[in-house]
């Protein structure tokens, strides 16, 4: 078994300001069309499998999706690739826009692959 890391929204904002990370939206891209936060990049989990190699090397990355459950799933995936400090975005999107933090709208350089 495997233990999730989480993150809220309120301490995500502060690393937005203070870290280099990868942050990841695995939400559709229906989904994302309303908005994301700031420096995502887009990969829909269901191509996940097929991009582990984009996160192996990274030293922190940090999953959301709307609620934080498709994102927590990404998480467990990740960590059985043998892919570390990996850290799920808790209440999702859905928390982030419940603080009042900034949501842009995504474009051409928000796709990871």
Known sequence: MYSIEQV???ELSTWLKAEKF??????TPGETTYGIIPGAKLLPLH???LNVDTFKGQ?????YCQSGARSAQACAFLSRQGIEHTY???GGIMSWAG??????A???????V
Do not use: F, H, Q, W
């Open 59 to 63: 030293d922190k990355i940090v999953i």
């Open 47 to 49: 191509l996940l499998p």
């Open 8 to 10: 809220d929204a309120r």
């Open 88 to 90: 799920n975005l808790g």
């Open 99 to 104: 603080e009042r933090l900034p949501i842009v």
């Open 106 to 112: 995504p474009d051409a350089d928000s796709t990871l």
């Open 22 to 27: 990868l942050l990841v939206d695995v939400r």
